[in-house]
């Protein structure tokens, strides 16, 4: 099975063929407008795939997770908002101006083409376990598997890199807050799947 980004293999849709060469740009867009270390997307996308391809799913799933890690934060390249830059924690209104990342990303994915799955995994991946997430408060297994994996990709790259308003967590810190939140923000079962992982080594503190 082959997940990299390539027009061979099935892993791009016909559709968006023409979108490839022009996704390393956007995506490494995206890390500067959120703020991450560089990298960020392609980071998710690598955690997440480990973890698809552990939990035996198939390879359209592990198609559609890797293409949809990638993309997930693209509607912050639409947004634009100055505060993203801020080396302080977002107040209470500019949270709610950000929730709308996800929902402009969905719009912007389905309007480059990609499919309904991508474009779910772009509007749901900041939703939580316990159903207290954005921007609908899908509960439990009410999210798809493929949204749940990448939640748990993307906050633990968030969390090992350093953010504007604090620094990188330890190896030992990040793994204490995804313990602490496990059953609210994360799946149980796909938490024990990543757990064994890091153990073995095949995802790492920093990649």
Do not use: C
Request: proline share 3%.
């Amino acid at each position: 099975m082959s997940t990299g980004i390539t027009t061979e293999g099935g892993f791009i849709d016909d559709i968006v063929q023409a979108y490839v060469t022009t996704l390393d740009t956007k995506v490494e867009t995206s890390d500067k407008f959120s703020n991450y270390s560089p990298g960020h997307a392609r980071r998710v996308a690598e955690v997440a795939v480990s973890l698809a391809e552990a939990m035996m799913l198939d390879d359209e799933q592990v198609r559609v997770i890797k293409t949809g890690a990638l993309l997930h934060d693209i509607g912050e390249i639409i947004l634009n908002q100055k505060f993203y830059h801020s080396p302080k924690e977002f107040t209470a209104a500019q949270m709610v101006d950000m929730w709308q990342h996800s929902l402009v990303g969905e719009r912007e994915v389905a309007r480059r083409g990609f499919g309904r799955e991508e474009q779910l995994i772009v509007r749901w991946h900041h939703e939580w376990y316990n159903g207290s997430g954005y921007p609908d408060m899908l509960f439990g297994v009410d999210t798809p598997i493929s949204v749940r994996v990448v939640r748990l990709a993307d906050s633990w790259d968030a969390i090992t890199h350093d953010r504007p308003w604090r620094r990188a967590y330890s190896q030992e810190e990040a793994v204490q807050e995804v313990l602490l939140h496990t059953g609210n923000e994360f799946d149980p079962e796909i938490v024990l799947v990543f757990l064994d992982l890091l153990e073995q080594g095949a995802i790492k503190y920093h990649q």
